[in-house]
Protein backbone atom coordinates (compact mmCIF):
# COMPACT_ATOMS: atom_id res chain seq x y z
CA UNK A 1 0.00 0.00 0.00
CA UNK A 2 1.55 3.69 -1.02
CA UNK A 3 1.19 5.91 1.69
CA UNK A 4 1.85 9.53 0.98
CA UNK A 5 2.56 12.42 3.64
CA UNK A 6 1.90 16.31 2.98
CA UNK A 7 3.30 19.36 4.96
CA UNK A 8 5.30 19.04 8.24
CA UNK A 9 4.84 15.63 7.90
CA UNK A 10 6.98 15.29 5.10
CA UNK A 11 9.56 16.25 7.49
CA UNK A 12 8.48 14.19 10.47
CA UNK A 13 7.71 10.92 8.53
CA UNK A 14 8.42 10.66 4.88
CA UNK A 15 7.16 12.05 1.29
CA UNK A 16 5.93 8.40 0.41
CA UNK A 17 6.43 5.23 1.83
CA UNK A 18 5.27 1.54 0.54
CA UNK A 19 4.11 -0.50 3.33
CA UNK A 20 3.07 -4.11 3.35
CA UNK A 21 -0.05 -3.47 6.42
CA UNK A 22 -0.32 -6.47 8.57
CA UNK A 23 -3.56 -8.72 8.54
CA UNK A 24 -4.91 -6.97 12.25
CA UNK A 25 -4.72 -3.81 10.41
CA UNK A 26 -8.40 -3.48 9.00
CA UNK A 27 -8.64 0.42 8.33
CA UNK A 28 -7.52 3.41 8.25
CA UNK A 29 -7.43 4.47 12.43
CA UNK A 30 -5.48 0.95 13.21
CA UNK A 31 -3.42 1.69 9.93
CA UNK A 32 -2.67 5.39 11.71
CA UNK A 33 -1.99 3.50 15.10
CA UNK A 34 0.11 1.04 14.31
CA UNK A 35 2.12 3.60 11.95
CA UNK A 36 2.39 5.77 14.84
CA UNK A 37 4.15 3.47 17.01
CA UNK A 38 7.47 4.61 15.16
CA UNK A 39 5.91 8.14 14.07
CA UNK A 40 3.97 9.04 16.47
CA UNK A 41 3.38 12.39 14.76
CA UNK A 42 0.42 10.24 12.62
CA UNK A 43 -1.60 10.18 16.35
CA UNK A 44 -2.09 13.81 16.36
CA UNK A 45 -5.98 13.64 15.68
CA UNK A 46 -5.49 16.95 14.03
CA UNK A 47 -3.95 14.82 10.95
CA UNK A 48 -6.63 13.83 8.85
CA UNK A 49 -6.29 10.82 6.12
CA UNK A 50 -7.51 10.55 2.87
CA UNK A 51 -8.20 7.05 1.41
CA UNK A 52 -8.04 6.87 -2.72
CA UNK A 53 -8.32 10.39 -2.91
CA UNK A 54 -11.27 10.88 -0.39
CA UNK A 55 -11.25 12.52 2.71
CA UNK A 56 -12.34 10.22 5.88
CA UNK A 57 -14.54 11.55 8.59
CA UNK A 58 -14.90 8.19 10.29
CA UNK A 59 -13.07 4.92 10.22
CA UNK A 60 -13.16 3.17 6.90
CA UNK A 61 -11.72 -0.07 5.80
CA UNK A 62 -8.38 -0.31 4.05
CA UNK A 63 -10.01 -3.38 2.20
CA UNK A 64 -9.35 -2.56 -1.54
CA UNK A 65 -7.55 0.60 -1.13
CA UNK A 66 -4.41 1.57 -2.51
CA UNK A 67 -3.49 5.23 -1.57
CA UNK A 68 -3.35 6.47 1.71
CA UNK A 69 -2.74 10.24 2.46
CA UNK A 70 -2.06 12.05 5.68
CA UNK A 71 -3.09 15.24 5.77
CA UNK A 72 -2.24 18.00 8.55
CA UNK A 73 -3.97 21.49 9.26
CA UNK A 74 -3.97 23.00 6.28
CA UNK A 75 -2.66 26.74 5.70
CA UNK A 76 -3.08 28.41 2.02
CA UNK A 77 -3.95 31.82 0.91
CA UNK B 1 -11.67 28.98 -13.39
CA UNK B 2 -9.87 27.01 -10.80
CA UNK B 3 -6.08 26.69 -11.28
CA UNK B 4 -2.93 25.53 -9.15
CA UNK B 5 -0.15 27.52 -10.71
CA UNK B 6 3.19 26.01 -10.83
CA UNK B 7 4.38 29.04 -11.85
CA UNK B 8 4.63 33.11 -11.43
CA UNK B 9 1.12 34.46 -11.35
CA UNK B 10 0.25 38.03 -12.97
CA UNK B 11 -3.07 39.03 -11.00
CA UNK B 12 -3.69 42.09 -13.77
CA UNK B 13 -3.75 39.71 -16.64
CA UNK B 14 -5.92 36.91 -15.22
CA UNK B 15 -7.99 39.91 -13.89
CA UNK B 16 -8.12 40.92 -17.70
CA UNK B 17 -9.30 37.64 -19.08
CA UNK B 18 -11.97 37.63 -16.07
CA UNK B 19 -13.20 40.56 -16.83
CA UNK B 20 -13.41 39.06 -20.62
CA UNK B 21 -15.13 36.53 -19.43
CA UNK B 22 -17.51 38.03 -17.57
CA UNK B 23 -20.20 39.25 -20.29
CA UNK B 24 -22.94 40.68 -18.44
CA UNK B 25 -21.78 41.88 -15.27
CA UNK B 26 -22.54 44.49 -13.39
CA UNK B 27 -19.93 44.13 -10.90
CA UNK B 28 -16.76 42.32 -10.78
CA UNK B 29 -14.34 42.42 -7.81
CA UNK B 30 -11.00 41.09 -7.57
CA UNK B 31 -8.47 40.08 -4.77
CA UNK B 32 -4.57 39.30 -4.97
CA UNK B 33 -2.24 38.02 -2.22
CA UNK B 34 0.91 38.68 -1.98
CA UNK B 35 3.47 37.36 0.19
CA UNK B 36 4.65 39.85 2.55
CA UNK B 37 8.03 40.87 2.02
CA UNK B 38 8.40 41.74 5.99
CA UNK B 39 10.00 39.70 8.48
CA UNK B 40 13.67 37.95 6.64
CA UNK B 41 11.12 35.74 5.12
CA UNK B 42 13.39 34.41 2.06
CA UNK B 43 10.87 31.98 0.34
CA UNK B 44 7.70 30.59 0.68
CA UNK B 45 7.09 27.00 -0.69
CA UNK B 46 3.36 25.87 -1.27
CA UNK B 47 2.76 21.90 -0.85
CA UNK B 48 -0.35 20.41 -1.83
CA UNK B 49 -2.18 17.57 -3.00
CA UNK B 50 -3.40 18.15 -6.23
CA UNK B 51 -7.04 15.82 -6.50
CA UNK B 52 -8.01 17.21 -3.25
CA UNK B 53 -6.68 20.91 -3.37
CA UNK B 54 -8.54 21.16 -6.70
CA UNK B 55 -12.07 19.46 -5.55
CA UNK B 56 -11.70 22.03 -2.74
CA UNK B 57 -11.25 24.71 -4.80
CA UNK B 58 -14.23 23.71 -7.12
CA UNK B 59 -16.70 23.09 -3.73
CA UNK B 60 -15.90 26.89 -2.81
CA UNK B 61 -16.49 27.91 -6.41
CA UNK B 62 -19.37 26.79 -6.34
CA UNK B 63 -20.65 27.29 -3.09
CA UNK B 64 -19.57 30.97 -3.82
CA UNK B 65 -21.57 30.72 -6.82
CA UNK B 66 -24.81 29.34 -5.30
CA UNK B 67 -24.86 31.59 -2.41
CA UNK B 68 -24.33 34.84 -3.02
CA UNK B 69 -25.77 34.22 -7.17
CA UNK B 70 -22.82 35.34 -9.17
CA UNK B 71 -22.06 34.18 -12.32
CA UNK B 72 -18.24 33.85 -12.40
CA UNK B 73 -15.66 32.87 -9.93
CA UNK B 74 -12.13 32.29 -10.84
CA UNK B 75 -9.49 31.58 -8.06
CA UNK B 76 -5.51 30.64 -9.22
CA UNK B 77 -3.32 29.50 -6.12
CA UNK B 78 0.16 29.40 -6.60
CA UNK B 79 2.19 25.89 -5.57
CA UNK B 80 6.00 25.39 -4.93
CA UNK B 81 8.61 28.12 -4.58
CA UNK B 82 6.98 31.87 -4.14
CA UNK B 83 8.98 35.12 -3.30
CA UNK B 84 8.73 37.93 -1.34
CA UNK B 85 6.40 40.24 -2.96
CA UNK B 86 4.96 37.59 -5.61
CA UNK B 87 0.91 36.95 -5.70
CA UNK B 88 0.45 33.93 -4.31
CA UNK B 89 -3.39 33.62 -4.58
CA UNK B 90 -5.58 35.71 -6.77
CA UNK B 91 -9.43 35.47 -6.59
CA UNK B 92 -12.03 37.44 -8.47
CA UNK B 93 -15.96 37.08 -8.94
CA UNK B 94 -18.63 38.60 -11.31
CA UNK B 95 -22.28 39.51 -10.25
CA UNK B 96 -25.26 41.41 -11.28
CA UNK B 97 -24.32 44.31 -8.09
CA UNK B 98 -21.28 44.64 -6.03
CA UNK B 99 -21.94 43.17 -2.78
CA UNK B 100 -22.63 40.15 -3.87
CA UNK B 101 -19.01 40.29 -5.99
CA UNK B 102 -17.54 41.33 -2.71
CA UNK B 103 -19.29 38.97 -0.66
CA UNK B 104 -18.52 35.77 -3.06
CA UNK B 105 -14.69 36.71 -2.71
CA UNK B 106 -14.37 37.41 1.12
CA UNK B 107 -15.94 34.01 1.26
CA UNK B 108 -13.62 32.05 -1.13
CA UNK B 109 -10.71 33.81 0.46
CA UNK B 110 -12.09 32.93 3.89
CA UNK B 111 -12.50 28.89 2.82
CA UNK B 112 -9.07 28.73 1.26
CA UNK B 113 -7.21 29.73 4.20
CA UNK B 114 -8.30 26.92 6.12
CA UNK B 115 -10.06 24.29 4.09
CA UNK B 116 -7.91 23.80 0.77
CA UNK B 117 -4.92 21.19 1.37
CA UNK B 118 -2.41 23.41 0.78
CA UNK B 119 0.58 23.79 3.06
CA UNK B 120 3.09 26.42 3.95
CA UNK B 121 6.45 26.23 4.52
CA UNK B 122 8.58 29.46 5.10
CA UNK B 123 12.71 29.90 4.90
CA UNK B 124 14.33 32.62 6.98
CA UNK B 125 18.16 33.23 7.29
CA UNK B 126 17.59 30.77 10.38
CA UNK B 127 16.00 27.96 8.42
CA UNK B 128 12.51 26.75 7.37
CA UNK B 129 9.24 25.95 9.53
CA UNK B 130 5.62 25.36 8.73
CA UNK B 131 2.96 27.61 9.18
CA UNK B 132 -0.24 26.34 10.62
CA UNK B 133 -3.29 28.50 9.99
CA UNK B 134 -3.69 31.28 12.49
CA UNK B 135 -6.86 31.44 15.10
CA UNK B 136 -7.98 34.20 13.55
CA UNK B 137 -8.05 32.28 9.75
CA UNK B 138 -10.55 29.53 11.34
CA UNK B 139 -12.88 32.39 13.37
CA UNK B 140 -12.79 33.81 9.46
CA UNK B 141 -14.04 31.26 8.05
CA UNK B 142 -16.48 30.57 10.71
CA UNK B 143 -18.55 33.75 10.21
CA UNK B 144 -19.95 32.72 6.84
CA UNK B 145 -21.70 29.17 8.95
CA UNK B 146 -24.62 30.93 10.10
CA UNK B 147 -24.94 33.40 6.65
CA UNK B 148 -27.83 32.88 4.67
CA UNK B 149 -27.20 35.79 2.08
Known amino acids: MKLRFFGRLRDAVADELEVEVPPHVEDSEQL?????????????????????????????????ASEVAFLPPVSGG | MIALAPDPIDPAALLADFTR?????????????IVRPDGGVREL???????LALA??????SAA??????????????????????????VAAAATHRRAAFDAVDFAMDRLKT?????????????????????????DAARWTEYHG
Do not use: Y
Open chain 1, 32 to 64: RVWLGREHPALLDSAVKIALDDRILVAPATLAG
Open chain 2, 21 to 33: GATGAGAIVSFSG
Open chain 2, 45 to 51: WLDHHEF
Open chain 2, 56 to 61: AFEAIE
Open chain 2, 65 to 90: RERFAVANVTIVHRIGSVGPGEPIVF
Open chain 2, 115 to 139: GVPLWKRETRSDGSHWIDARAADHE
